[in-house]
């Protein structure tokens, strides 16, 4: 080989011109060499098996993007069991607000809850799937694969941890609930309505007792000095009470006093002989109604009981009870 500058012989393997230090050309390393006989590794995407391993059960269905049954039935139980856990707890606090203040509209607002998590979840649940894939695969150190998945495989998937210590409290709540019902309710033991109650055989007023007809139910505005009771339709009903007659005594409260002198009448009252005792009995009946009215006064105690109905079809029956209440009349 010759210098192409001085024509002088050179070595093929020379850089440089023994004779003129001409530069023949730029000799590569023998790691270049080595590097271009190596072929080059494309780099594989591996995101795809990250999502299938995040998501797990039920991936097939979730890559649909369509309406989830699942999230519509079981709301924010469903979101737990995917691990949203940010997004389970909203939908719970929601539907607790629904439940207390949605009044008349808490089944229309709840479906409507469901609803908007069944036409969402599966579009919002993938997106949340692709950013922690991506998330993985960026902070993977090591840059193994297997690393990757086994990552997704802990952090993705489903858990069923949640759910059970939801549906504890759950059970918890409505347990306390009823115990609380049964402890404080008194309509589990009566058949009365609202302002009614079931009273006892032979209730009393000071020294008279008396025995309340069949289906009639105590007033809760009753008190010790004034009884009130009705049937459940109130066309008959009645009341006792006690009429202090020793002077004003602040501790009593005569409720319905006077009940013979309210009467417009124009004769004395009958005397009627009720268990050994003389009462004063006057009655009214006008064209809807009939109202009987028994009053007896002690030493300091004046009674008076008064019994009214409507004549209707229920004539024969209140007729039969006036009569049962006052032959159960007694002072002791």
Known sequence: MQCPKCNARINKTSIYCNN???????????????????????????????????????????????????AFLFGSLYYYYRKLYLE?????????????FGGAKVFILNLLLRLYAGFTFKRHYMKHVEEQAINIINYNISGKKEDALLKAYNEGGTTTVPIVIISCLYLFSIFSLF??????DDTLTSTETDD???????????????????GFLEDKRSTDTYKLYSTKD?????????????????????????????LKVTEEPEEILINGYNWKFESETTKTSNTYNLSYTGDYIQYNVSFFYITDESHAYCEES?????????LN
């Open 322 to 330: 006036y009569e049962e209440l006052k032959n159960s009349l007694e």
């Open 88 to 100: 389970a707890t909203i939908f719970l606090i929601f539907d607790i607000i629904i439940f207390l």
């Open 196 to 214: 009614t109650e079931i009273i006892e055989d032979y209730p009393e007023i000071e020294e008279l007792t008396f025995e309340v007809p069949s």
């Open 20 to 70: 003129c230090g001409f530069k023949l050309k730029d000799t590569p390393s023998k790691e270049t060499k080595e590097e271009k006989k190596q072929p080059v590794k494309e780099k594989i995407d591996i995101t795809p098996e990250v999502i299938d391993t995040y998501i797990g059960v039920g991936k097939e269905d979730l890559k649909k993007k369509n309406f989830s049954f699942l």
């Open 234 to 262: 109130k066309y008959c009903n009645f009341y006792i009470s006690e009429r202090y007659l020793g002077g004003y005594d602040p501790n009593r409260h005569n409720y319905g006093q006077g009940s013979i002198d309210h």
């Open 179 to 184: 115990v609380y019902v049964i402890a404080t």
